[in-house]
């Protein structure tokens, strides 16, 4: 790709090709970017070839609109065919805790567990005894399905705690020595939401679940400032590296958010954020929208999560019916559901957008039934409240999304990843219903798409693939996996693009290559409308531009 400035240089050539216009400097363009192909967000085959644009603006579309608006000053980028779309927005990332993982250990890819127990005790030789061994993202379900206890890990961490967590993030294994640090025993009480396993005898086993490992985080204790932002800086690069111009962070805690303030405070935000804060807290949130708004268009705040259940993988999402592969459990409520209804109802009469999380189909009916409640009882406004995940869905369920205006804020890399082993956990017949990208939209439903990191890649081309594909990851379902749930391409896009904007609340700035919205762009090196699907993950991002500024290539 050719980057000229002013056609400086004697480009004679180029300069009869795209002609200088004579016009003021203060109506010039600051950047031409033409030979683009283009998709430009409004409908599946709206494409333009050329992109104008002033500060952190786009204000010119179109190879005669720029070319009208392209001075001495102009800064012209040949793009030279590469493929373009807009900023790419991910809607759902833990990025505090992501980012840190991407310097511990992972151990995703223990493939049996003589392979996991090796790998845990050559991580915890390198660490000085007594560090915390943290990381993990590890599947029991690569090796048959059988859960760790700390007896696998006892003999290879005499001197180092560990606390290593499932890939879902809902489950972790500690090993005995971080269970006394963390003071659970044979007496520790149960956790209200949560859960530790235990033995025949009552002795932990080294498993807990959900709102348990709020017992082992507070033993391990707080990262200082400077490791949190060295951790930060570190997910901004990789994101803006696969495209990615915005995330959503709905987390249980105040970490991103203030992290994200100090480097907003230092102009060194880079990408944009949309800051959610625990729904517990909506009157913290909501004081300091009184007194300081909700941000601008790089740091926003203004929504509120919860989670409701767990998650398939630990068998703590909440259904109707038992588990397949456990008839004990039907899941667990992890937040009360009188809570629940308290804190949603005085944070949507506050004015926040609320986020729940809900996995199972009985939770996300019963979420379903309180946001009707509050938002009968607090009168007709524009919240868009979203449900995170909304994995398994019954079939009343899904029109209702459209019905009450609810965002289904959606991971498609889990249909592809959870389908190796879900029908295990809950039948043939549930899964039928199970991540229904296609029958939500069709009933009139607003997507957004989003990764879910760390359960999954910070790529949102592992996501596209995967709506429009539904091939499993163990390759066994390379027709798809219930293939009707399939995406179009335009459809997925537009869940990181224009669906994410308005999950967001800005439509009106995001999302779309027009006049007048901000100027984030992606540059890939194919056209991703133009090849296989099964390559989509090949393409390459060659730029990242945020606000008019090339932030990556």
């Known amino acids: 790709m050719v980057d000229r400035r002013g056609f400086i240089g ?13 016009g003021a400097d203060n109506t010039s363009l600051d950047i031409a970017y033409i030979n683009a192909r283009a998709w430009t967000g409004r409908g599946p085959v709206d494409r333009t070839d050329a992109i104008g644009t002033i500060g952190e603006r786009i204000v010119a579309i179109g190879a005669g609109a720029v070319r009208a608006r392209t001075g001495k000053r102009t800064r012209v980028i040949d793009l030279e065919g590469a493929f373009v779309t807009p900023g790419l927005v991910d809607c759902h990332t833990h990025f505090t ?12 890819d223990a493939a049996s ?3 996991f127990v090796a790998r845990i005790g050559e991580e915890a030789r390198r660490l000085p005894a007594g560090q915390w061994l943290q990381g993990g993202n590890w599947d029991q379900d690569r090796w048959g399905g059988k859960m760790p206890t700390r007896e696998w890990i006892d003999a290879v961490t005499p001197e180092t705690p560990v606390a290593v967590i499932r890939y879902d993030l809902h489950t972790m294994l500690l090993n005995s020595l971080a269970l006394r640090l963390a003071g659970i025993d044979r007496n520790t009480p149960d956790v209200a939401g949560g859960v530790i396993e235990r033995d025949a005898s009552g002795e932990p086993t080294g498993i ?24 930060i800086r570190a997910g901004i690069a990789l994101g803006l590296s696969k495209g990615i111009t915005q995330t ?7 970490i991103t958010f203030d992290a994200i303030e100090r480097r907003y405070a230092r102009s060194e935000t880079g990408m944009r954020f949309y800051c959610m804060t625990p729904l517990k807290d909506w009157d913290k949130l909501a004081a300091r929208i009184r007194t300081r708004g909700t941000g601008d268009d790089w740091f926003r705040w203004g929504g509120s999560k919860v989670v409701f259940d767990g998650s398939l993988g630990s068998r703590t999402a909440l259904f109707y019916e038992p588990y397949d592969d456990d008839p004990s459990t039907h899941g667990i409520i992890v937040t009360d559901p009188k809570d629940l ?16 999380h809900a996995i199972g189909d009985r939770a996300n009916d019963i979420v379903l039934d309180i946001i009707a409640e509050v938002a009968r009882a607090n009168g007709s406004r524009d919240r868009r409240f979203r449900i995170e995940h909304a994995q398994h869905l019954t079939q009343g369920a899904i029109p209702r999304f459209a019905k009450q205006a609810v965002i289904a804020s959606i991971q498609p890399y889990h249909a592809i990843d959870d389908g190796r082993w879900a029908i295990k956990r809950v039948g043939p017949e549930r899964l039928k219903t199970t991540y229904p990208f296609h029958s939500l939209i069709a009933a009139g439903a607003r997507i957004c798409c989003g990764s879910d990191w760390p359960v999954a890649p910070l790529d949102p081309l592992t996501g596209l693939k995967a709506a429009v594909l539904r091939e499993t990851l163990d390759g066994k379902n390379p027709d798809g996996w219930y293939p009707r749930q399939r995406l179009t391409l335009a459809q997925t896009l537009a869940g990181y693009t224009t669906g994410a904007a308005y999950a967001g609340f800005t439509e009106k700035k995001l999302g779309l290559l027009a ?21 989509l993950t090949d393409a390459k991002v060659l730029r990242t531009i945020v606000g008019g500024v090339q932030r990556h290539g």
């Open 10 to 22: 004697g480009l004679a050539g180029t300069a009869l090709a795209w002609p200088l216009t004579s």
């Open 341 to 356: 209804r308290r804190w949603m109802g005085e944070a949507d009469r506050a004015g926040l957008q609320v986020a729940t």
């Open 515 to 535: 006049p007048g919205y901000l100027a984030d762009l992606v540059v890939f090196d194919r056209d991703l409308f133009a090849i296989d699907p099964e390559s």
């Open 248 to 254: 959503h962070t709905p987390e249980l805690e105040w």
């Open 208 to 231: 807990i679940k959900d709102a348990a490992k709020n017992l082992i985080l507070r033993a391990i204790g707080p990262a200082t400032d400077a490791q949190i932002d060295a951790a």
């Open 113 to 115: 567990p003589r392979e």
């Open 97 to 108: 805790k992501a980012s840190f993982m991407l310097s511990q250990p992972s151990l995703r």
